[in-house]
């Protein structure tokens, strides 16, 4: 059963803790990613909490230089007294019983994506920082967990769970943030601390480059409170205007943004379960409940849902995010509903539930204006019938380009007259257009009902000149003789897209002996060019 109500997005960001324009960074960094990925694979989840600094000595390398070196230690590693970008060989000497494994940069990549889509369950403003650090925009959040000591508790004990050494650190800049979590413990940073916090932190901890760190060390400028008390003036002249952003930017003078990943969602709603769901039933009936605490915000903006995301956070740490769209926008939740029931039965087997999932969220990542219609007698609308509705059906469960259809464009040229679309964006943009016939009647002549995409060459005997029909051709292998012909109706080229001049089209509609009708045309005209022009077949009546 929940445990807590439905939360839209929108109320959580309206209540801050703080002032509007004082932001929270939490910046969380992953000192021994690499190898803890190593070793969650080897030894499970589990294997930090029982016994971290007694598992054996772990390292992955790298070919650097020509060279292979030492990337990423264990704790076990460090503790031996190895360094990062030391050779191989220097380090089994060291230590004969090493175990060395070649890195994999993409391995590392997709674990912190996945700890990032982890972390949405705080906020959905999570930015991934270089190679093993993340920034998570709390601002206005905190209070949802207890306040910021409560949140930093809680997401350091739950990562650590999932067998990954983390530290953690909130402030009003990301540069602190970052400084903090790398140079120091776990800790909050008060607004009003903010240089009291970063005075006694090393110079590297201002995210410079490692010649402007040598440089400071050198000149005996070692931590970051020499470089406040220091003149600015000097400071500039001798390492540029980076080392001043960079020091700005830590304590909050100057801003720095970051950027989410993933795009905010237009409005949201989640449910927290105090027991997890595994059934494909239940999943839905809460998506259903959720899609229920959307429609009052919806009607409220005066608009339809068009894209829907539902992420499901698995006991594990797994989030799966599952995306639906709508041709037309929707407001009502058994619509809504229907379209993720389509999408689970064609994700079915790739849905792993693994212990169940422990919160659901309902996430509205487009929106439209909404045309309201009018219901029937008893007050309901009968669009769940409608041609709009078996699209979004049929596109959740085999994809978005299983239904194509046409959509006219300005051209006489018959190939070129209209292009396939998926039949979703058709709806949407007829909707948008309200023109349902839009370019039709720009031909005049009657068209067949089987359109060749190109048209395809025939051989035409004892033909009409100078510009009659065929009395007999051969398409496919097979001789047709003419009984019946209308035409010609010319159509010229395209001028102001044509690369060359290109002759003239004499279109014929053909019937032969046979009752078969085809509409076929002649390029040129005899006599022009001295050889005789060529005929097409570019459709079948029917």
């Not at 969602?265 to 997890?276: D, H, K, N, W």
């Not at 029931?341 to 309902?362: K, P």
Request: aromatic share 8%; glycine share 8%; charged share 25%.
């Amino acid at each position: 059963m929940p445990m807590t109500a439905a939360l839209p997005l929108s109320s959580t960001l309206n209540a801050l803790p703080f002032p509007a324009n004082t932001q929270r960074i939490l910046a969380l960094t992953f000192p021994h990613l690499p190898t803890d990925r190593i070793a969650r694979k080897r030894w499970g989840l589990s294997w930090r909490s029982a016994g971290r600094l007694e598992a054996p000595p772990l390292a992955c390398a790298g070919k650097l230089n020509n060279t292979m070196r030492l990337t990423a230690l264990n704790e076990r590693a460090e503790r031996i007294g190895l360094k990062q970008g030391q050779g191989v060989a220097e380090a089994k000497a060291i230590c004969p019983d090493l175990d060395v494994v070649e890195e994999d940069l993409a391995a590392d990549r997709k674990l912190l994506e996945a700890i990032a889509d982890w972390c949405d369950r705080y906020t959905p403003l999570v930015a991934i920082d270089g190679k093993d650090g993340l920034f998570l925009d709390i601002t206005g959040c905190a209070h949802l967990f207890g306040g910021e000591e409560a949140l930093l508790e809680d997401i350091l004990i739950r990562i650590s769970r999932l067998g990954l050494d983390v530290r953690g650190a909130i402030s009003s800049a990301p540069g602190l943030s970052w400084a903090v979590a790398r140079f120091e413990e776990s800790r909050i940073v008060p607004p009003e601390a903010m240089e009291e916090a970063l005075a006694p932190l090393p110079v590297a901890s201002l995210r410079l480059g490692e010649e402007t760190i040598a440089a400071l060390q050198k000149l005996g400028l070692k931590q970051v409170g020499d470089l406040l008390a220091a003149p600015r003036a000097p400071l500039a002249r001798r390492f540029g205007a980076p080392l001043l952003l960079r020091l700005d930017q830590a304590v909050g003078l100057v801003e720095e943004p970051i950027s989410p990943r993933r795009p905010v969602a237009q409005l949201s709603a989640e449910r927290r379960l105090a027991e997890p769901v595994q059934a494909e039933d239940d999943i839905l009936q809460i998506t259903r409940q959720l899609a229920e605490t959307l429609k009052p915000g919806l009607e409220a903006r005066g608009v339809g849902g068009r894209t829907f995301e539902l992420l499901l956070f698995r006991v594990d740490g797994a989030v799966f995010r599952i995306a639906a769209g709508a041709s037309q926008p929707l407001r009502e939740p058994s619509r809504v509903a229907s379209l993720f029931t389509e999408r689970f039965g064609a994700i079915h087997d790739d849905l792993d539930v693994g212990y169940g999932f422990e919160i659901i969220r309902l996430n509205v990542l487009q929106y439209a204006p909404f045309d309201a219609m009018q219901g029937d007698f008893v007050g309901e609308s009968r669009q769940d019938g409608s041609l709009a509705a078996f699209v979004d059906r049929v596109a959740a469960r085999l994809g978005p380009d299983c239904l194509q259809g046409f959509e006219l464009r300005q051209s006489h040229i018959p190939e070129r007259a209209v292009r396939p679309l998926p039949a979703m964006a058709i709806l949407a943009s007829r909707r948008r257009t309200a023109k349902e016939d839009a370019g039709h009647g720009f031909f005049r002549g009657e068209r067949p009902l089987r359109l060749f995409r190109m048209p395809e060459p025939i051989e035409a005997i004892a033909a009409e000149v100078p510009d009659g029909p065929p009395r007999q051709f051969r398409w496919r292998r097979v001789m047709h003789r003419v009984s019946r012909a209308e035409g010609p109706e010319r159509l010229s080229a395209e001028w102001w897209t044509e690369e060359k001049e290109e002759p003239a089209r004499d279109y014929f509609q053909i019937e032969d002996e046979e009752g078969h009708r085809f509409w076929l045309f002649r390029k040129g005209l005899y006599g022009r060019s001295g050889t005789a022009p060529d005929w097409y077949m570019h459709g079948v009546f029917a």
